[in-house]
């Protein structure tokens, strides 16, 4: 199975809403992230988890909490989000930097967060 | 942080001629792998191809190939035969073997295939 699943496909939410994006991955890789794109550019990294600890956070507002509960699940949970904050959100996840012959990242299909 | 530069935001091809994507990067390492990625519109970001630094051999996948030049730190990906399904946003990226989890993603480069 080398597949990365992201939940749900669309969300629209409004700036008081609480919600989660939910990522999940059966390859047994180690390292999983949570990048924001907007169209046409690139990922923009947002936080890294290694073995299910928080190893990168590149200065994401605190409107976006991450969790890692275990080694297949990555949680973004969502609060008081700004117009601005809406993009395509990416799950990923690799092996870890050590080893392994595929040290590519695989990708989630995204989910297509609008704040209203 | 590693730099990688795609110096071309837009390219076009006709069907089944052959394009080049340029992509360098910026580096003092010496062992670090080099991605290609390829997000079709509205679609998932797939692995087109990939290069290990140690590897002197150019990777190729089928009509992908790659000319890895690690003195020039420059790493172009060759389409050959083009298709309507290459259109896609393409993107570079980098990672270190050594020093960590991190990606390093160029800019993108739009692809559009010309019946």
């Known amino acids: 199975d080398t597949e990365v699943t992201q939940t749900p496909k669309h969300l629209v939410m409004g700036m008081t809403n609480k919600k989660s994006l939910k990522c999940e991955q059966h390859m047994g890789h180690r390292a999983m992230y949570w990048y924001k794109q907007k169209a046409k550019k690139p990922p923009e990294l947002m936080f890294v988890y290694s073995y299910e600890k928080l190893s990168i956070n590149e200065s994401v507002p605190s409107r976006f909490s991450p969790e890692c509960p275990n080694s297949s699940l990555l949680n973004l949970h969502l609060h008081a989000l700004q117009p601005e904050d809406s993009a395509l959100y990416l799950c990923?996840?690799?092996?870890?930097?050590?080893?392994?012959?595929?040290?590519?990242?695989?990708f989630g299909p995204g989910t297509r967060l609008t704040v209203l | 942080a590693q730099t990688v530069t795609q110096s071309q935001p837009e390219m076009s091809v006709q069907e089944a001629e052959t394009v080049t994507l340029s992509c360098t990067y910026d580096t003092s390492e010496s062992d670090y792998y080099l991605f290609w990625y390829k997000q079709p519109p509205s679609r998932q970001m797939i692995l087109v191809i990939r290069?290990?630094?140690?590897?002197?051999q150019n990777a190729t996948e089928n009509r992908f190939s790659v000319n890895f030049q690690k003195a020039a730190k420059s790493f172009s990906l060759k389409i050959s035969d083009s298709q309507l399904g290459d259109a896609a946003m393409y993107f570079c990226?980098?990672?270190?073997?050594?020093?960590?989890?991190?990606?390093?993603f160029g800019t993108g480069t739009s692809l559009t295939v010309i019946p």
């Open positions: 990226a980098y990672r270190s073997a050594n020093t960590g989890n991190q990606f390093y």
């Open positions: 990923a996840s690799s092996p870890p930097y050590v080893g392994g012959i595929y040290n590519e990242q695989f």
């Open positions: 290069q290990e630094a140690y590897k002197q």
